[in-house]
C-alpha cells in the first residue's frame, strides 16, 4: 500500500488532527497481538451497534470492560487454573492467553449494556446525541405592511419633531 503524506491537510485544516491521525496509522502494519480476539461490529439499528468479539474459554469475572472518554477498553485475564497445569495437550488451539482490544468510539457514543454468552462477547452500544446539539427547525414569521407602516411613521415623526 502506498503512503500518503497528510501534513499538507494538517497545515490548512483545524480540528480534524483525530481523523488524520487515524488515517495514518491504518497504513501502519499490524502486528499480531491486534488480530486477537476476532471481533465483529454491527449495526442494530438508526443509533445502535454492536460489538462482538470470540472470547472462548473466559469467563464473564476474567473480562474487564473499561469506557472512559471516547475510548473503550476490554482486556481479558485468565485465571491460573490448576487443574489445567496437569494436563498434558497433543494440540492446544483455544487461545487462552491475557488480551487488550481499545476501540475508539464516535462522540456521543456510550455503552449500553455486555453479556458474555457461548464464548461471545456482545456490548452494545448507543449513540444519544443532547438535545442542544441536534439540528432544530427555525420558524421563519412574515412581516406584515403594518409593521413596516409603523416604523416609517415613527421615523416620520422623529424627523418632524426635530425639525421644530
Not at 103 to 113: I, Q, R
Request: charged share 30%.
Amino acid at each position: 500500500m502506498r503512503h500518503f503524506d497528510f501534513s499538507p491537510l494538517y497545515r490548512s485544516t483545524v480540528g480534524f488532527d483525530r481523523l488524520f491521525t487515524m488515517l495514518d496509522s491504518l497504513g501502519q502494519p499490524d502486528n499480531s497481538a491486534q488480530a486477537y480476539p476476532p471481533y465483529n461490529i454491527e449495526r442494530t439499528g438508526e443509533s445502535s451497534y454492536r460489538i462482538t468479539m470470540a472470547v472462548a474459554g473466559f469467563d464473564q469475572n476474567e473480562i474487564e470492560i473499561e469506557a472512559h472518554r471516547n475510548q473503550l477498553t476490554i482486556k481479558g485475564t485468565k485465571i491460573a487454573d490448576e487443574a489445567e497445569d496437569e494436563k498434558e495437550f497433543l494440540y492446544r488451539g483455544i487461545a487462552s492467553r491475557a488480551f487488550e482490544r481499545r476501540f475508539h468510539l464516535a462522540d456521543h457514543v456510550e455503552v449500553a449494556g455486555a453479556s458474555l454468552k457461548n464464548g461471545l462477547l456482545h456490548i452494545d452500544l448507543k449513540r444519544e446525541i443532547p438535545e442542544e446539539l441536534k439540528p432544530r427547525k427555525i420558524h421563519v414569521t412574515a412581516v406584515g405592511k403594518e409593521a413596516v407602516q409603523n416604523i416609517d411613521a415613527k421615523t416620520v415623526n422623529a424627523k418632524a419633531i426635530g425639525d421644530k
